[in-house]
């Protein structure tokens, strides 16, 4: 009975290689988020999508490709990774009708690039 | 853009002291300002949320005030107990860069302690 879920919880790949990250929502939220938390903890937006429409993307290197096919999902591409890509990535959704209102995050997904 | 700073870094308390965490931040078109814990390894996890049409609100042993005129919010926990050890995340909400949507912005996180 998860609410949001990704997949995988573990990813450990090469640098220069291609690797992409799912999550789904079963909460009926219409937006949906993917966050970069790095090793320091910070906590950064990477991109947005409300009802699949790309809404909100932070100055994410264009290696990185968000898809929603649904908004129920939203997945993460990431070609040619690098070291710095190492992160734990989460996902988030929230229900935006008139006002922001709180986000539910995903367990993460930690990926190391070595 | 939105810039959101957070006070202490690290905060070590006993166990049934009070805790008090600060974060300052620079849009004056904030008006939601929500609190987040984290355990380690786990996902952030809302405890508390603040709308800029209050000052004041309280659930159970946690409190968020803000003050808009001075652009800051604290979160304080009374009574606090091992369990409360976490790392909590203020944030404030913008619109995107680009103009669109309705993003958070984090403070840096406070890694609190509570010792027995």
């Known amino acids: 009975d998860t609410a949001v879920s990704q997949t995988p919880k573990y990813l450990v790949t090469q640098m220069g290689n291609d690797k992409s990250i799912k999550c789904e929502q079963n909460?009926?939220?219409?937006?949906m988020y993917w966050y970069k938390q790095d090793s320091k903890k910070f906590l950064k937006i990477m991109f947005s999508?409300?009802?699949?429409?790309?809404?909100i993307n932070e100055t994410v290197p264009n290696r990185f490709s968000p898809k929603s096919p649904d908004k129920a999902h939203l997945n993460l591409h990431i070609n040619s990774l690098e070291l710095g890509d190492s992160a734990v990535y989460f996902c988030?959704?929230?229900?935006?009708?008139?006002?922001?209102?709180?986000?539910?995050f995903g367990p993460g997904t930690r990926l190391t690039v070595l | 853009g939105e810039n959101v700073e957070q006070h202490p870094s690290t905060l070590s308390v006993q166990e049934g002291d009070s805790a008090v965490i600060k974060c300052t931040y620079s849009d004056s078109a904030s008006n939601y300002f929500p609190w987040y814990k984290q355990e380690l390894g786990k996902r952030p996890q809302l405890i508390i949320d603040?709308?800029?049409?209050?000052g004041e609100k309280k659930d159970q042993r946690i409190a968020v005030t803000l003050n808009k005129t001075a652009k800051h919010f604290s979160l304080h926990i009374t009574e606090t107990q091992p369990e409360d050890s976490a790392v909590y995340f203020c944030?404030?909400?913008?619109?995107?860069?680009?103009?669109?949507?309705?993003?958070?912005?984090f403070g840096t996180g406070t890694q609190l302690k509570v010792e027995l």
């Open positions: 999508y409300n009802n699949k429409e790309l809404i």
């Open positions: 909460l009926g939220h219409d937006t």
């Open positions: 603040i709308r800029s049409n209050v």
């Open positions: 944030a404030a909400n913008h619109k995107g860069i680009t103009g669109g949507g309705n993003k958070l912005t």
């Open positions: 988030a959704s929230s229900l935006e009708t008139l006002h922001i209102n709180e986000q539910f």
